[in-house]
Nanobody, 116 residues
């Protein structure tokens, strides 16, 4: 089992920046890929960015060039640096860990609100 706790959400004006953090605990050795997802009101949850144990990253087209995913293995923490935020980035952001066995783990989510 892996437990995930997100932080760093908040309200910001369009064009601003936020950095989200996700701290993992428990069986962290079983984590293969860590990801950020988001869910806006009335929409399906969507993948924002992912990073594997080797540091390879993947981004949704809508955030490429604006968001950066990273991880600090020594701190068991994953980050999402979000720059040039837009109204459409408003959503609840969730941390996800894909494990080498069992079901993926999810955090409780953190709200990001962007206003113009």
């Amino acid at each position: 089992q892996v437990q995930l706790v997100e932080s760093g959400g908040g309200s910001v004006q369009a064009g601003g920046s936020l950095r989200l953090s996700c701290v993992a605990s428990g069986s962290i050795f079983s984590i293969i890929i860590m990801s950020w997802y988001r869910q806006a009101p009335g929409k399906q949850r969507e993948l924002v960015a992912a990073i594997n144990s080797g540091g390879r990253t993947n981004y949704a087209d809508s955030v490429k060039g604006r968001f950066t995913i990273s991880r600090d293995n020594a701190k068991n923490t994953m980050y999402l640096q979000m720059n040039s935020l837009k109204d459409e980035d408003t959503a609840v952001y969730y941390c996800n860990a894909l494990l080498n066995a069992g079901t993926p783990s999810w955090g409780q989510g953190t709200q990001v609100t962007v206003s113009s």
